[in-house]
């Protein structure tokens, strides 16, 4: 109703009106329509014509465009005519099982000598078609005559349509010209129908033959009879000479008299029809019985599997992998086309070289590609050609996905879907489209306020049985160990039972209705979401996302069990000062003009967090005192220890029985949508306080892919980066412990992808934000040294100045450890001098920021690392005192959660240790106990890193089938994510089960070479020298078993390249070993003057690494005995020039055989019964210690 006040009237405006405005001029005296009126007319394409582009008045874009013709100007039978056609570089994905129902179908009718007709139905979009075009490929393959025919909704309105165009078809005669109609059809009825019978088809076929007499006589049912007893003559004869089958899609618009007809036809005339269906219909009487007749098979066609999916977008992209943002098709052919052609059209895609070789980047914008190739793994390629160009395909930083607009075509097909379904649920769907992929019921019942509970809940199912809307379940992806159902919204049970009495909290819904355990919902019907959203008003969508974001934000923290608190540790309390006298606190440090959101954040974000107890030097509470007295002196009573604690832990505060952590839950339900609804309606400042929160959070889950996109959007928000500090300036605000916090995650991301170079270059730029500069020269590190050692110890004792500062010192002190952490492990993969001293610093840099900190769980993590680091460098004295430290720190851990994970960190460094050292039973016993408080924490790195440790001191003992349920339980958890450097740990775990496994067998050869052909240029594995070796070194070993030289020389070359490289941890150790063994082999067993590539090894240089050895790898003397063997076996048969080549046995039938076989370890061989399972040990077995330093001394001499 548009108007001057006086005079109203009712018109229509809009985009349309305007569009049909300038169509009229622009094509005068037709009746033309846009595209979106041609697809939906549901009309045959025959009653359009496309009209040519013109220029339109302000109308940028108008699409394609059509003159209607009319109904009097089409034919009155139809054209052959499928909807696809087959695609010979595209194969049909995933419809083995369909394709088998029409082979079979054809045996049937070969052998009963009936008719059979395939029905095929499915969904819009899942690929009848594309099947169809398959089957017409393999019939006319197979010598069968093949008559195609798609129908339209209006086919279904003319009586016998369907069998008068495929006769038509029969007859040849829908291509022939109209005056040549009559002609070719008596040709082809000549000798198969009598010619006083021909007019009989003067009506079907519009043709003119002249009346014949008995004809004349026929009234119309006997016409009808006639007309069908001849096309069963003339198909019986057409079938004696070559077999039919009939193609007919789109079946749910065929006639009632067809389905009658060829129900009749298929019982006495061998031929074969397929069909397709498109659910949903509803079927006329004759094709229900159809259905139901004996030579009626109905196949439902199910979506496509994820991985043939994935194929299939690459192969209409052309690359070899997509990012993970865009497998979102939920299995259908159609919509992964069509949206990959849209995405191509939008040119929001960046396309990479994928056989350029892996390259160190300097800078965080360039890293897209080597992120993508990380993931790789887990999709399967395309089959390419050899010397084609091989791509992989990402998102551009500044698109946001999820305001993408649907393709035309799409967006119609889920607004017809929208539009079936009721005021109520249309509402309901909606609302549930603003929230996200993932629906909770409370948030629902939020953005519906006016509903009330069964309302609510009867919609709810109304929506759940018509299969729009799904209750969320585990999907098959996720890992198979057992992970507990989470209530959801329960995941911050503590803070909302904190905030119960404020009124304008969302409360739990008290359900009278029964409803599933997880409420939580998730769409069903592919891109119903998308289509939803896009039809709110732009004011009414950014208003829901508000209100999403304001009950999402109290929700934005860690998990219950994990008591709560930021994953940037103190976030909140570094961007903001602390409570005023009000009791008001403001969100940032800075402020905020007019932001809506941030006003509601300013009076909610104050959540309880176990972090606001942790003080700079106070006294400890009466139960830390009591518990402080308990002091472990050795690696049993610290076992004891924690064995005691738990035990005596009650069943409601049992750390590892209750509340399991739901911090993925909350990611996945909070974080990242809330990072979606701050983009939405332009608060971007709070959007980038959840990307950094979402990007730790995926860090601590070891989802390192996930965690490099939320800060790639981080840095989109943050704009374009310049090459001069001081010309910089962020498009967002944001204060210096962000960008610090941003940095030391970016140094993460990079650190885990094995970019060290830019790795380090953020860690610093992190640290100097952070007001905690790290050296750069070697003359700084003697300086900075110093005054660690000295200067540091005297500052702890000094008191803070601030005291209200305490919360924001915290949050610094936290990321400087984090940090500096990075640094020493990123310096400790170089094997030079002066990393070395850097990696030295870092550590003791760690220690003391840890010890300012004053938290004990980060005083025993520091310790840890340095002992760790100390292992590696061959310190064996500091390495064992700091290993003590920890022991002694330990005791002083509040028992949570976090002191929790602490303790898993130091059994797991005391089980190396014990490996190291040769007491392996002890190893073994302390690694299942790390393992599972790994397994209820959910930390699989370090998981993986504690399954590591204990396949090889079950290796070391030869307890094989030990191995092998270690290799499970690692296969389980590694391959659902993307850790390539875990992979290849895995790896070759499997290779030294190969070579001495006693026939065992966890992952064959050629598995395991072919992940390693892939992956050994990636920077991941590049950087990673020690695993390298012993793969390297165990890929040789078994080329040489096969006595395949030239491979192995392959190998080994590489192995000699990587040797100088190592350190002396258990990685290094174990791939010196093997590269040790390989030298024996080829002075034993290799023939002379096959080296190609490099030169052989003699007597006198095999000694020497013999001797660089045991320098080098003095923390590791578990294997000492078995390289001393090798020595001797070398020095007894002395130089290869004077071995006999005349008795070559096999190349493994040597003497370091003998010792593995036969060979013992310092250690007792107590019996130990057990496997992943275990619960936990209640007091540790007595092993020898009082011994160790004799064994240890005597192994190295």
């Known amino acids: 109703m548009v108007g001057a006040v006086a005079r109203h009237e009712y018109t229509v405006i809009g985009p349309k009106v305007s569009l049909v405005a300038r169509m009229i001029t622009a094509y005068p005296g037709l009746v033309s329509c846009d595209e979106v009126t041609y697809l939906r007319s549901m009309l045959p394409a025959y009653n359009f014509k496309k009209l040519p582009e013109k220029m339109m008045k302000n109308i940028s874009n108008p699409g394609k465009m059509y003159e209607y013709l009319g109904h009097r100007r089409c034919i009155m039978f139809g054209k052959r005519h499928l909807a696809r056609e087959r695609n010979k570089n595209h194969l049909l994905l995933d419809r083995e099982k369909e394709l088998e129902a029409f082979q079979m179908a054809q045996q049937r009718c070969l ?359 799904r209750w969320f379940t585990q999907s098959q992806e996720l890992p198979a160990e057992p992970i507990l159902e989470p209530s959801s919204i329960e995941i911050i049970k503590q803070t909302k039972e904190k905030e119960k009495s404020d009124p304008g909290f969302p409360l739990r819904l008290q359900k009278e209705l029964s409803l599933p355990q997880t409420e939580l919902l998730e769409f069903g019907v592919p891109l119903l979401r998308e289509a939803a959203w896009e039809l709110w008003p732009k004011a009414q969508q950014i208003a829901l996302h508000l209100e999403c974001a304001c009950f999402l934000q109290d929700l934005a923290c860690r998990c219950g069990s994990c008591h709560g608190g930021d994953f940037v540790s103190f976030h909140r309390f570094a961007i903001c000062p602390t409570k005023s006298s009000s009791g008001t606190s403001r969100f940032c440090s800075y402020k905020d003009t007019g932001s809506v959101l941030t006003q509601v954040i300013t009076e909610k974000l104050q959540l309880p967090s176990p972090q606001d107890s942790f003080q700079f030097q106070t006294k400890p509470s009466r139960s830390q005192e009591v518990f402080t007295s308990e002091h472990c002196r050795t690696e049993e009573e610290f076992l004891d220890q924690v064995n005691r604690k738990l035990a005596q832990g009650s069943p409601e505060k049992d750390v590892l029985t209750t509340k399991p952590c739901h911090c993925e839950e909350i990611l996945k339900l909070v974080l990242s949508p809330l990072t979606q609804h701050c983009l939405i309606i332009g608060e971007t400042t709070c959007a980038f306080y959840y990307l950094l929160e979402a990007a730790a959070a995926s860090l601590d889950l070891s989802d390192n892919y996930m965690a490099f996109f939320y800060l790639r959007k981080a840095s989109s928000l943050l704009g374009q980066h310049s090459a001069f500090s001081f010309l910089k300036k962020h498009k967002v605000k944001i204060c210096q412990f962000e960008e610090a916090a941003f940095c030391s995650l970016r140094s993460e991301v990079c650190f885990n992808m094995g970019q060290i170079t830019l790795a380090k270059k953020l860690a610093r730029q992190a640290l100097r934000l952070l007001k905690r500069n790290f050296p750069c020269t070697w003359f700084g590190v003697l300086f900075q040294t110093f005054l660690e050692k000295y200067w540091h110890s005297w500052s702890l004792n000094q008191p803070p100045n601030n005291p209200s500062e305490n919360k924001k010192k915290l949050a610094i002190l936290q990321q400087q450890v984090h940090c500096l952490s990075l640094l020493w492990q990123l310096y400790n993969l170089e094997a030079t001098a002066s990393s070395r001293r850097f990696a030295c610093l870092a550590t003791l840099m760690q220690k003391n920021s840890a010890e300012e900190f004053a938290n004990e769980a980060q005083v025993v993590s520091a310790y840890v690392a340095l002992s760790q680091f100390s292992q590696n460098m061959g310190d064996r004295e500091k390495w064992l005192h700091c290993e003590q430290m920890a022991i002694q720190k330990s005791s002083l851990c509040w028992f949570s959660r976090e002191g929790l994970l602490a303790t898993a960190q130091l059994m797991q460094a005391l089980a190396y240790t014990k490996l190291c050292l040769g007491h392996l039973d002890f190893s073994i016993k302390l690694g299942f106990q790390a393992h599972e408080i790994c397994r209820h924490l959910k930390k699989p790195a370090l998981e993986n890193l504690v399954l590591s440790v204990l396949f090889r001191s079950a290796f070391l003992k030869k307890k094989f089938d030990l191995c092998v349920h270690v290799l499970e339980s690692q296969w389980a958890l590694i391959s659902q994510g993307h850790d390539v450097l875990g992979l290849a740990c895995f790896y070759s775990a499997c290779l030294d089960l190969l070579l001495y496994g006693k026939g065992l067998l966890c992952r064959p050869f050629g598995e395991c070479l072919r992940f390693i052909q892939h992956y050994e240029h990636s920077c991941v594995l590049t950087s990673q020298s020690n695993v390298m070796l012993g793969v390297h070194s165990s890929l040789a070993m078994w080329f040489a078993q096969g006595s395949q030289w030239n491979l192995f020389e392959h190998h080994f070359s590489k192995a000699r390249q990587l040797v100088k490289r190592t350190n002396a941890s258990l990685f290094g150790s174990h791939g010196f070993v093997r590269f040790l063994e390989c030298h024996v082999l080829m002075l034993q067993k290799m023939p002379e003057g096959l080296f190609m590539r490099i030169p052989p090894e003699t007597h006198s240089h095999t000694l020497k690494y013999f001797k660089e050895f045991f320098s080098r790898c003095v923390t590791c003397p578990v294997y000492h005995q078995w390289v001393s063997e090798l020595k001797a076996s070398v020095m007894r048969y002395g130089k290869r020039e004077s071995m006999s080549m005349t008795n070559i046995i096999g190349p493994f039938d040597t003497c370091f055989t003998r010792i593995w076989i036969e060979g013992d370890f310092p250690e007792e061989d107590i019996s130990f019964e057990g496997n992943l399972g275990i619960q936990r040990f209640d007091r540790v077995a007595d092993v020898k210690e009082n011994k160790d330093e004799e064994e240890i001394q005597e192994c190295i001499c």
Not at 378 to 387: G, R, Y
Not at 398 to 412: F, G
């Open 111 to 469: 052998h009963q000598k009936k008719g059979q007709a395939v029905l095929y139905e499915g969904g819009k979009g899942y690929g009848k078609s594309q099947l169809l075009a398959e089957i017409n490929f393999l019939a006319q393959k197979e010598g069968y005559r093949v008559l195609p025919l798609k129908l339209k909704e209006a086919d279904s309105t003319q009586c016998f349509y369907a069998v008068q165009t495929l006769m038509a078809i029969f007859f040849e005669i829908d291509t022939c010209p109209a005056y040549n109609r009559q002609e070719c059809l008596r040709k082809q009825l000549q000798g198969m129908v009598q010619e006083p019978l021909h007019c009989l088809f003067n009506d079907l076929f519009f043709v003119k033959f002249p009346l014949s007499f008995e004809v004349s006589h026929m009234d119309d049912l006997a016409r009808q009879k006639k007309v069908k007893a001849c096309f069963f003559q003339v198909l019986q004869k057409a079938v004696r000479e070559t077999p039919l089958i009939f193609l007919i899609d789109e079946a749910q618009y065929m006639d009632a008299a067809s389905w009658e007809f060829w129900g009749t036809l298929l019982s006495s005339v061998p031929i074969i029809m397929v069909m397709t269906l498109t659910l949903p219909f509803t079927l006329c009487g004759w094709a229900q019985h159809f259905l139901q007749s004996p030579q009626a098979i109905l196949v439902p066609i199910s979506k496509l599997a994820a991985t043939s999916l994935l194929r299939m977008a690459c192969w209409e992209l052309g690359v070899v992998s997509i990012p993970q943002e865009l497998q979102m098709c939920f299995g259908n052919p159609l919509y992964c086309e069509v949206l990959c052609q849209d995405l191509l059209s939008k040119d929001i895609l960046l396309f990479r070289d994928l056989q350029k070789e892996e390259e160190e980047n300097s800078k965080w914008e360039s890293l897209s590609a080597t992120a993508m190739k990380s993931t790789m793994y887990s999709i399967s390629p395309a089959t390419f050609e050899e010397d084609q160009e091989l791509y992989v395909c990402t998102v551009k930083d500044d698109v946001n996905l999820d305001t993408v607009l649907l393709p035309p075509l799409l967006k119609e097909i889920a607004v017809n879907q929208l539009d079936q379904l009721s005021p109520e649920e249309q509402l309901l769907v909606k609302c549930a489209a603003v929230i996200g992929h993932s629906i909770h019921v409370d948030l629902l019942q939020h953005l519906l306020p006016g509903w009330d509970e069964n309302k609510l809940l009867q919609v709810l199912r109304a929506l759940v049985d018509m299969h729009v809307l």
